[in-house]
């Protein structure tokens, strides 16, 4: 697949001119490369690579930042997020349900309405790229204002949402930021009005490198929008799709930002997500073992849904519309 | 400039034997101009309603206390004061100037440096054959799997055992070693004519010299897009600034906001001007260079 990207056109390989994109190695030093590199992998090795493994080392201790010694215990920590009852358990899986909570309901929303806007964006008329930019800007405003900005918007007694309900004889005390249901609302909401855009440009840039010949063969064989779509449209989405759906679902899984300042995870730990419970452990009251098993088990967790999601598409693939019009 | 974001349009049709596919515009019957008018009518009105918030935003920030907590809510401040932009400069406990000059400070910092490295890793692995690129190339590439959440904790030890903690390097330096960057530069170099770099290498310039002579120029615009990226990455920035920066003279104004939310929990007026001050940079990034961030967002779907 990455030969379709936009690489300029070269002349294809034949026994008498072999070529390469490399250029002759002849005056390179063997080192040259390394050098180029080091800067890089130094940075690389020392907060990529030594956290990944420091993490599990980590794990397998009773690791209180605050204490001299940090005994080794293998597995327990691990063993206690399994054992119901024990201290951290309850705490841990309650937030895993709430980051499940909101991502079963966040991440359909993302995939679905962010096409709709980009199948808008699609077609050409003058302003296009205004709209593109209203969309696509409270993307870059950032958690922190965005979680600020609703927290007010969604004050059950001050706040414009509940006005604006009221004002259309709808339920106007509804208690956004501290009761659950309308907290897990609230939260889905705002994220969707936060990241819609991101994934409407991705979305936009994947029908863009849809060829027309294809959609005016469509139309030559007599297909209406609808046919055009399902025919056409999706089939050249399909790519972008696994991505799309893979990186919402994982963006959703480490809601942190939101919960933090809007909900402050009330009620009770209702809406206190796992990446937030992680970092409460970790790093507030410095139980890091239990932390960084916390963090792995839901790196696991997310790894099989991610290796889920990536057959449930390659099903679909090896079923192929015999319509569909394969890339 | 070079290229705009509209590079990838409909592609030019090929062989059509001359049908002609342009949609007639101008043969439009009024009552189809009428509904093309009411669909922008209702585009516009979309638009207007999801931006209406930070509208909002905005003119809360230059109202009084109790008008910002008034009920119902208004639009326009009544009267119209710079009084919670005031306050909140000034006030002991929460120096947004500061947090300002913080955030820009760590933001261009980072930026520079996730530029510097990507771009200098990129180029070899773009351009010069060794033993060991393809397993560079496919360990870096791997890690943008990692879930983040999985560095924090460690990376928290690693960061005090520096002698980070409560400093701004702990913002700018652990997160620079950008997967996505080398990856992003690799696919641009690649794009880049090598018969340019072989003229070089026969007048006798080296690779260094190469690299800064001709790879660099010619990659501005991917440069800049990933630069901004990082800024952008940097500046918006929440859980980590929040949980490794303690005092207020070194915070964030994301972290920094948080501050200001748990000491003035109501205080709407002022809530919003922090918020106002923390987007007006990004906001205008972002209106002047829109199309370089559109682009390296669209880029980030990685094309299949």
Do not use: C
């Amino acid at each position: 697949m990455s030969a379709a990207t936009e690489t300029a056109a070269r002349p294809r390989p034949t026994a008498a001119a072999p070529r390469t994109r490399a250029m002759s190695p002849t005056r390179a030093r063997p080192y040259t490369p390394w050098l180029f590199l080091l800067p890089y992998l130094t940075l690389f090795a020392v907060f990529v690579v030594l956290p990944a493994v420091l993490g599990l080392w980590i794990s397998l201790h009773e690791w209180d930042y605050t204490l001299e010694e940090q005994p080794f215990v293998g597995g327990e920590n691990y063993a206690d997020l399994f054992a119901a009852g024990s201290g951290t358990s309850d705490v841990f899986w309650e937030s895993m349900r709430a980051t499940g909570i909101f991502t079963l309901f966040s991440v359909p929303l993302l995939l679905v309405l962010p096409l709709l806007v980009a199948l808008l964006m699609h077609r050409r008329f003058p302003g296009r790229n205004f709209f593109r930019a209203v969309y696509f800007a409270p993307y870059v405003l950032g958690v922190a204002v965005v979680g600020l900005l609703w927290r007010y918007l969604l004050d059950s007694n001050v706040g414009l949402v509940n006005f604006t309900l009221g004002v259309f004889g709808l339920p106007s005390d509804i208690p956004w930021t501290t009761a659950v249901p309308a907290a897990w609302v609230a939260l889905v909401g705002v994220t969707v009005w936060w990241t819609l855009g991101f994934n409407a440009v991705i979305y936009l840039a994947a029908l863009q490198d849809i060829p027309a010949e294809l959609y005016e063969a469509a139309a030559v064989d007599g297909a209406g929008p609808w046919q055009k779509f399902r025919a056409v449209t999706l089939p050249g989405l399909r790519p972008i799709l696994t991505f799309i759906t893979i990186n919402t679902l994982i963006a959703s899984a480490n809601m942190f930002g939101q919960s933090y300042i809007i909900t402050q995870g009330a009620p009770g730990r209702e809406t206190r997500t796992a990446i937030y419970q992680i970092a409460e452990t970790g790093l507030r009251n410095y139980q890091m073992g239990d932390a960084a098993a916390m963090s792995y088990v839901l790196t696991v967790v997310l790894l099989f849904i991610s290796i889920f999601v990536f057959w449930l598409f390659r099903e679909r693939d090896a079923k192929g519309e015999k319509t569909g019009a394969r890339r | 400039m070079t290229e705009t974001t509209d590079t990838r349009t409909v592609p030019k049709v090929r062989g059509s034997g001359g049908i002609d596919h342009e949609r007639p515009d101008r043969k439009r019957t009024p009552r189809q101009r009428w509904g093309r008018a009411a669909q922008y009518v209702l585009l516009l009105l979309l638009a207007l309603i999801y931006i209406s918030p930070v509208l909002f935003m905005v003119s809360t920030s230059f109202k009084t206390g109790a008008d910002a907590a008034g009920v119902p809510p208004t639009w326009i401040p009544a009267p119209f004061t710079t009084q919670a932009y005031d306050t909140i400069l000034t006030a002991e406990g929460t120096p947004v100037l500061r947090w300002f000059a913080n955030s820009m400070i760590a933001a261009a910092l980072h930026a520079l440096l996730v530029v510097v490295t990507a771009s200098l890793a990129a180029y070899p692995l773009a351009r010069m054959r060794f033993r060991g690129r393809g397993t560079v190339f496919a360990v870096v590439v791997a890690t943008i799997l990692i879930p983040p959440v999985i560095l924090v904790i460690p990376n928290y030890l690693i960061v005090s055992s520096l002698g980070w903690l409560n400093t701004l390097v702990a913002i700018i330096v652990p997160t620079a070693a950008s997967a996505f960057g080398v990856f992003f530069l690799r696919q641009f170099f690649l794009t880049l004519p090598v018969e340019l770099e072989e003229a070089a290498l026969l007048d006798g310039a080296n690779r260094w010299d190469i690299f800064l002579r001709v790879i660099l120029p010619l990659s501005r615009p991917a440069l800049a897009t990933l630069a901004l990226l990082a800024f952008l990455t940097n500046w918006n920035d929440f859980l980590w600034p929040v949980y490794v920066l303690f005092t207020a003279d070194v915070q964030t104004l994301p972290a920094g906001l948080a501050t200001l939310q748990s000491a003035n929990a109501v205080r709407y007026d002022l809530l919003m001007a922090g918020a106002v001050i923390a987007s007006v940079p990004v906001l205008a990034l972002f209106v002047f260079l829109q199309r370089f961030i559109i682009e390296g967002v669209s880029r980030s779907g990685l094309k299949g």
